[in-house]
């Protein structure tokens, strides 16, 4: 009986033991919980959906772009987008708003077009499998707010994290096409490391 509990004590050890010593999962995750985002969905804001749509990517990259209009604090946001998403139905023949997700002057994101679908542009790159976010306003002429900055860190990291994107593929358009977009003072935020450190800081 002594042999059989000894054995048992031995056996209850080594299985702790081999617990302790299993290496921790290396999967990315986000620090700070998805709840905490201000973030407005696409039938909060009168989100009218798809007529028509397109093949879907797959999220390899993330890129960021700026509305490239003066943006002034008194905006309606929410007309804002419902006019965006007309003009580029009626007049730019796209099946929506060309960007997946924006954010305003406040820092508030507001879903655009779904993910699944490429976003479009008037430049010469393909973003099929970019995640695109817009800021809106220009930033050659406006200033770029702590809260947008932290939008985009926040979404960007939401976004690393899910679709296991490398923080080295947040770039801005500028990146891959001749334009000013993102404009000025949002790209220095990219050029110097800021927006790829704080989504590094956001992932463990």
């Known amino acids: ?41 696409r039938s909060e804001w009168g989100w009218v959906d798809l007529s028509e749509t397109l093949p879907e990517h797959t999220i390899q990259y993330i890129t960021l772009h700026h509305g490239g209009e ?9 007309a804002y987008l419902r006019n965006l998403q007309s003009w580029s139905r009626s ?3 796209w099946i929506d708003i060309p960007y997946h997700y924006m954010i305003d002057l406040e820092g508030t994101i507001y879903e655009a077009r779904p993910i699944q679908y490429p976003g479009d542009t008037n430049t010469s790159y393909d973003p099929t499998g970019h995640a695109l976010i817009c800021v809106m306003g220009n930033y050659e002429n406006q200033t770029l707010s702590p809260e947008q900055l932290e939008a985009v860190i926040r979404l960007s990291a939401k976004l690393a994290a899910e679709y296991e994107v490398p923080v080295d593929r947040i770039k801005g358009h500028k990146d891959y096409a001749e334009t000013a977009c993102p404009g000025e003072d949002f790209y220095r935020y990219i050029a110097d490391g800021t927006i790829a450190a704080g989504v590094q800081a956001q992932l463990y």
Do not use: N, Y
């Open 1 to 41: 009986m002594k042999r059989i509990t000894q054995l048992c004590l031995l056996a209850f050890g080594m299985i702790l033991l081999i617990a302790c010593a299993a290496p921790e999962s290396t999967s990315s995750k986000i620090a700070t919980p998805e709840s905490e985002l201000k973030m407005v969905s």
């Open 70 to 78: 003066d943006f002034p604090a008194d905006k309606d946001v929410i």
């Open 91 to 93: 007049d730019k023949g």
